[in-house]
């Protein structure tokens, strides 16, 4: 059977007991289905050949036509922040706990794995958000996010003051211990702990979510992801403020300065067995019960 896809990068976290196994199991599979296989460098010397081929994860973007990764959401957000400037095809193996991002079961992949390798699959394109900090008109910092962006004091349980504007429109003065801006692939992930809606991969959109307001009236709000998020933090804040992007990327944020949010040029082309289907992923996940008949 010919191959769709003929070099193929293997991810994964390295020290991580039950994902090395993961890993070199998918190896020795992917060997015996005569691909090029490439191995992340930082997991090199967990694998088990003495002719390994390794690269960084950017030259693997480079080189992979599909990139593999083994672990939970939080792995697939890292390498996904890298690959989605490459245009490699992405697939998760979930070796954490909820698994949102990564469909192939580390316990039987390899029928499964088969098929995508040989074209049998469905395509996702995921946007992801920019973020830059500015202070007097220089940007001071800036960085990308597959989840969401959030603007919080870098103290626990500390209310910020910041104004919001959407392409250049003011939308709202508010007082609250920050704000998160999702993407939908982030709509089930800390936006969803917020009380944000979830919202489908397919639509265009991004949502802002305001953690713990001082005011009732505070909602969150859905607009078109083509807009340009402005947020201007108010000189009056008596903290130390940041941005962090996916729970992972921190960004310091100082009183007066202007975060922009929009979003990123390139997107993520996250792939998925035939049989998937986003909703029975979100009624697993989420444990909303089996369909009555």
């Given at each position: ?112 794995l088969k098929s995508v390798i040989a ?165 697993k996940k989420l444990n909303w019960g089996?369909?009555?008949?």
């Amino acid at each position: 059977m010919d191959k769709h896809f003929k070099t193929i990068g293997l991810i994964g976290k390295a020290n991580h007991e039950e994902t090395m196994q993961t890993v070199n199991e998918l190896y020795q599979f992917l060997i015996n289905e005569e691909v090029i296989v490439i191995v992340d460098e930082q997991i090199e010397e967990y694998v088990s050949d003495s002719q390994i081929e390794s690269a960084s994860l950017v030259d693997l973007g480079k080189r992979c036509d599909l990139a593999i990764v083994v672990g939970g959401d939080g792995n697939m957000l890292g390498a996904a922040r890298v690959l989605s400037r490459f245009d490699v095809a992405v697939i998760g193996v979930n070796r954490g706990n909820l698994g949102f991002l990564t469909d192939l079961d580390p316990e039987n992949f390899k029928s499964t794995l088969k098929s995508v390798i040989a074209g049998e699959f469905k395509t996702e394109m995921r946007f992801l958000l920019d973020v830059s900090v500015h202070r007097h008109q220089t940007v001071k910092a800036s960085n990308s996010a597959v989840n969401e962006v959030v603007l919080h004091a870098d103290k626990i349980a500390h209310m910020i003051e910041f104004e919001a504007y959407i392409n250049n429109s003011f939308v709202f003065h508010q007082r609250s211990d920050g704000l998160i801006v999702s993407t939908p692939t982030g709509s089930t992930a800390y936006s969803l702990s917020g009380g944000g809606p979830i919202v489908h991969p397919d639509l265009n959109a991004i949502s802002l979510i305001p953690m713990f307001p001082h005011t009732l009236s505070s909602r969150p709000l859905v607009v078109d992801a083509d807009s340009e998020v402005r947020i201007v933090v108010s000189n009056s804040n008596d903290a130390q403020l940041q941005i962090s992007c996916d729970s992972h990327i921190m960004l310091s944020v100082m009183p007066g300065d202007e975060v922009i949010i929009k979003k990123h040029p390139l997107g993520l082309r996250l792939i998925h067995p035939v049989a998937y289907d986003y909703y029975d992923v979100l009624r697993k996940k989420l444990n909303w019960g089996r369909q009555n008949y």
